[in-house]
């Protein structure tokens, strides 16, 4: 993945949205696409690492979306391109399996596979996707394409499923399968159920054992105060060998304890698990996750009570232990984090998978500006990529456009 990410060039032009993707579609595909869809990348507020766990997590949507022009075809066929993708991929729906098309239009032809395999059978989609998500930036433009695909399917196929929330959830469901088993990622299941399943101006606290969500409103401007997006622009080798591989230490730690996952730990029990397991690396590992899970909780508690001291705290929380016991953090993001907190900041943390990636930090809304310019500072003086900067608001879930 990391070496396709290199080949998508990083957004640039003006915003898009329905009515440029659809004026795209004609430049590149022809005619008129039947409909516009899209769907938003997400940030997480709070609970990284934890999906995976059967755990708790708390993002957002990021008014950032992905747009997708579609037109159903007959004869088998994916028709696929992006504005960020140099050439458009043309491939049989019967050919795609793990591993292929390969590239960005893995992500795109899985939802279409996903779909057939729950028996819903696509007859061959033109496709032309444009976005404002930053790509490979931990802010799940993945998802966000994955999403704006299904949820053309939903409509084209005349599934409803964008209807409620179940639907939602289990066009969610069919994404993630799309990027584990065609993608071959082996991600969580956050982003897409965020991108499915926002509610503009709530964070979203997503049980990703039992699937369940809950919307907690989440309007900072109300309060005086913004959150920070810092795209770091950062990218390490062995991040996705990284991420699986701290999956494989979860379960097995949960092999160990004896539970389906661990997010069968309670954080009174922390202490006894971590004896039983006899493994300073499991030991840290599992203290990440079972306390990350307890703070999740803690935050919707302070986010429902107006107290953005607590969730400030909680956020550096959430990052020292990502840092030091779950070591998925980086000079980057632990520069971000530490300049705004040094001007002021509330809190701040890294947020995503790590190893680059985006950090956000809550800050005073007219500390926006100031605090970006902080740590753009203290990248460009450590000859460092300049960072993306920007506030963000909760926005709404995939939908139809146009
Ligand atoms: P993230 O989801 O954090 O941005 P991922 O590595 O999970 O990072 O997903 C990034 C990949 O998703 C890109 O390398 C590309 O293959 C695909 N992708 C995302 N957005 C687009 C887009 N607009 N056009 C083409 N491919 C995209
Ligand atoms: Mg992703």
Redesign the pocket.
């Given at each position: 993945?990391a070496t396709?990410?290199r080949c998508?060039a990083r957004y640039r032009g003006a915003v898009p949205d329905a009515v440029t993707t659809a004026a795209r579609f004609r430049e590149t595909v022809g005619g008129d696409p039947t409909g516009v869809w899209s769907a938003p990348?997400r940030v997480n507020l709070i609970g990284e690492h934890t999906d995976y766990n059967g755990g708790l997590a708390l993002p957002i949507a990021l008014p950032q979306r992905?747009y997708a022009a579609v037109r159903p075809r007959v004869d088998g066929r994916l028709r696929l391109h992006?504005?960020?993708?140099r050439d458009p991929v043309d491939v049989a729906l019967a050919d795609v399996k793990p591993g292929t098309p390969g590239?960005?239009a893995?992500?795109v032809a899985g939802v279409a596979w996903a779909v057939g395999e729950a028996g819903h059978p696509v007859g061959g989609l033109d496709v032309h996707?444009?976005?404002d998500?930053?790509?490979?930036?931990?802010?799940?433009?993945?998802?966000?394409?994955e999403c704006s695909v299904a949820a053309a399917l939903s409509d084209l196929l005349g599934l409803g499923l964008l209807a409620d929330d179940d639907g939602r959830a289990t066009l969610a469901g069919w994404c993630q399968q799309a990027?584990n088993v065609i993608a071959e990622?082996p991600?969580g299941g956050m982003?897409q159920a965020i991108s499915m399943r926002a509610e503009p101006a709530h964070a979203t606290l997503l049980d990703c054992r039992s699937g369940a969500v809950e919307q907690v409103p989440f309007d900072l401007a109300a309060s005086g105060l913004a959150l920070l997006v810092v795209d770091t622009r950062a990218e390490h080798a062995l991040v996705d060998g990284q991420y699986a591989a701290r999956r494989r230490s979860c379960e097995r730690a949960a092999q160990i304890l004896g539970v389906a996952t661990l997010r069968e730990i309670p954080v009174a029990d922390l202490d006894d698990a971590l004896r039983r397991l006899r493994d300073g690396e499991l030991e840290a590992r599992v203290r990440h996750v079972v306390t990350e899970i307890d703070r999740v909780e803690q935050c919707v508690a302070a986010l429902r009570d107006g107290d953005f001291d607590a969730v400030g705290r909680l956020f550096v929380a959430s990052h020292a232990s990502l840092r030091d016991d779950y070591e998925v953090s980086c000079d980057e993001l632990d520069v971000s984090v530490d300049t705004a907190m040094a001007h002021g900041a509330l809190g701040a943390r890294m947020t995503?998978?790590g190893f680059g990636?985006s950090a956000i930090a809550l800050v005073r809304a007219e500390s926006v500006a100031p605090t970006g310019a902080a740590v753009t500072d203290a990248f460009v003086r450590r000859r460092w990529t300049e960072p993306g900067c920007f506030a963000v608001t909760a926005s709404a879930a995939a939908g139809r456009d146009s």
């Open positions: 993945m396709t990410r998508i990348g992905t992006s504005d960020a993708a590239g960005w893995s992500y996707v444009s976005s998500v930053p790509v490979g930036a931990g802010l799940s433009s993945s998802a966000a394409l990027e990622a991600t982003d995503g998978g990636g």
